[in-house]
């Protein structure tokens, strides 16, 4: 069903954000941080990131991290309007438009809006293929020069819809599991074969975490890094994010910690 009339989004979205706030508020979330500075509520973050995450996980980092001076890029299609009003009532900001098609406008507030906040992405949305990363969040990172981070998320034997992500719905007072990268340093000018290099590393490794946080979300469990996050607003994102951060470590380093296949690949294709 199409929902087009500004009444029929405004009551959807009040309703979504009422139903997101509660429902995912008996959750118990625990996120292991690879680099916890990442994180724009830790007192130590500094610089502007880009978050990047499956869109099947969506509902958690919406919940989580409102209020922490970062934006949304979202489709300019029809299904993203009501998404759009949830995420803004839930503290995110948004941009309309995508970072290849038809999106120049969208490309000069992305970098305009990483100027001085975060930036978040699914980035096999809004339409899949499922946990396949288009090369936007690639070349964004490479454009404007900010570390990437990715996110992978995770629930405890989540139900989940029919749609083309298999969308995850969170069971109440289950687990919610995070496990996420450093920053990751995407060099500069990057051509065609070296964002498809790194398009193809960067997905590598978000399908690993998220296929550990599901573990971890299923079979509960301690890990050494860990630590209990809430739903919380960020004190210093506003002021921090427009201050130098780390650059961040490289892909290959990256890929190398958590010992998964093909570096060679990366770096020859980058070089």
Known sequence: MKIKS????????????????QWMGTLDCKADFGDPTVDPVHPGYRGAKIYVFWHENILLPLYIRGHSNISMLLSRHWDANILDRVARMMGFGVVRGSTFHG?????????????????????????????????????????????????????????????????????????ARAIVSRPLAIPADLDRDGIEAHRVGVERLLVHLSDAAEEWATAGGRRPGERVVRKEPSRVARQAAALPGPAGVSLDEELSKHALEGLDTIGRSAA
């Not at 009444?7 to 997101?20: E, R």
């Open 6 to 21: 500004p009444f029929a989004i405004g009551a959807w979205s009040l309703v979504s954000t009422a139903a997101i706030r």
């Open 103 to 175: 999106g120049s406008a969208a490309l000069r507030e992305l970098a305009a809006r990483a100027a001085e906040g975060n930036l978040t992405i699914t980035p096999d949305g809004p339409r899949g293929p499922r946990r396949r990363l288009a090369p936007g969040c690639v070349f964004l990172a490479s454009t404007l020069q900010i570390p990437l981070v990715a996110m992978g998320l995770g629930y405890e034997r989540p139900w989940r819809l029919g749609t083309w992500d298999r969308f995850a719905i969170p069971r109440p007072f289950s687990r």
